[in-house]
């Protein structure tokens, strides 16, 4: 976070006091040290036993692209939940170095005591939504991009993802938003609100280089069907006027939030569509409450709530082995 750490601290600790009133928080911290520092941070605002800090040292913060995929579902009584590892190269190779990033998958699935099964593929999590019903969305600008699995065509990463996270159906967008370092991750484009609902960013001004690419993975996604041949509801999801760092387009996007146990949250930008969007995602979930994170100084590091974030099933928390 270039020109703004010490800025970024304050979302933090409004991410996991907005959290913590509902579900428990693990953290992945680098040593006592920071823990201590994050205690102290979190006290005036965080009950005891609300949070459990982890000792998992990172190159980078984003959970969602270098952490587990927790998996439920399974037929194994002993095992219901699993963690699948993907394969990590941030980003293509783009922020060495990332060896501490690669072995995070791992080191969550022990501090929760599930079962970690490798997987044969490059993946962030941040390039795939699911609808909990077999269905997941991505693009072929990340997953097709020759910098994360160049020996594997369509076909072998469909099959990889079918036989790793239990889908049967993908739903193929094409291009991210501008200013994405990320080649397309789709968190940021289109997410799915229920079974057969998804949010998708749209941009009206014809000018805006993401115009284009937001109509058209809107057009796939209104040629989608399911296999008994029903079609998705589409709720357009407006994006934010455009954001710049030193002179960078930054990948702010509404559809970058993070559903929780009965709230979600929700980025802001200090925009006039923060409005607007929050009121679209409030009419998505009615059983939830909205809340808004000043995600300005998040962006500044390319990313936002729901790449910082990879949530658990629930029951896991209570057989964490904490350090």
Not at 216 to 231: C, K, Q, S, V, Y
Request: overall charge negative; aromatic content about 6%; hydrophobic content about 40%.
């Amino acid at each position: 976070w270039p020109d703004c750490l010490d800025a970024i601290q304050w979302p933090m600790v409004d991410i996991v006091a907005a959290l913590a009133e509902v579900e428990c928080v693990h953290i992945n911290i680098l040593d006592a040290a920071q823990s201590s520092y994050v205690e102290r941070q979190l006290a005036p605002r965080v009950p005891a036993g609300r949070v459990h800090l982890h000792s998992i040292p990172t190159n980078d913060a984003w959970c969602r692209d270098h952490g587990a995929i927790f998996c439920t579902g399974y037929a194994d009584a002993e095992y219901p939940v699993v963690a699948a590892k993907f394969r990590y190269n941030a980003w293509g190779g783009k922020y060495p170095p990332f060896d501490l990033d690669a072995q995070v998958a791992e080191r969550m699935a022990a501090a929760l005591a599930v079962p970690c099964l490798e997987q044969p593929m490059v993946l962030e999590g941040g390039a795939i939504d699911v609808n909990g019903c077999g269905v997941l969305l991505t693009t072929e600008q990340c997953l097709l991009n020759p910098n994360r699995n160049p020996s594997m065509n369509r076909a072998a990463i469909e099959e990889c993802l079918e036989q790793a996270l239990g889908v049967d159906t993908i739903i193929w967008l094409g291009n991210g938003i501008d200013g994405d370092d990320t080649d397309g991750h789709v968190d940021e484009l289109t997410r799915f609100v229920a079974e057969r609902r998804v949010v998708t960013a749209i941009e009206p001004n014809h000018d805006d280089p993401n115009h284009e690419p937001l109509q058209e993975n809107r057009r796939r996604l209104e040629a989608f069907r399911f296999a008994d041949g029903g079609a998705l509801e589409i709720v357009d999801l407006p994006m934010p006027a455009p954001l710049h760092h030193r002179g960078q387009r930054l990948p702010a996007s509404y559809a970058n939030f993070y559903i929780a146990n009965d709230l979600v949250l929700v980025p802001e930008f200090g925009v006039a569509a923060d409005t607007v969007a929050a009121d679209v995602l409030a009419d998505c979930f009615p059983d939830r409450h909205i809340v808004a994170i000043d995600c300005r100084h998040l962006v500044v590091g390319l990313g936002g709530l729901h790449c910082l974030t990879q949530q658990v099933p629930a029951g896991l928390s209570r057989r964490s082995r904490l350090p």
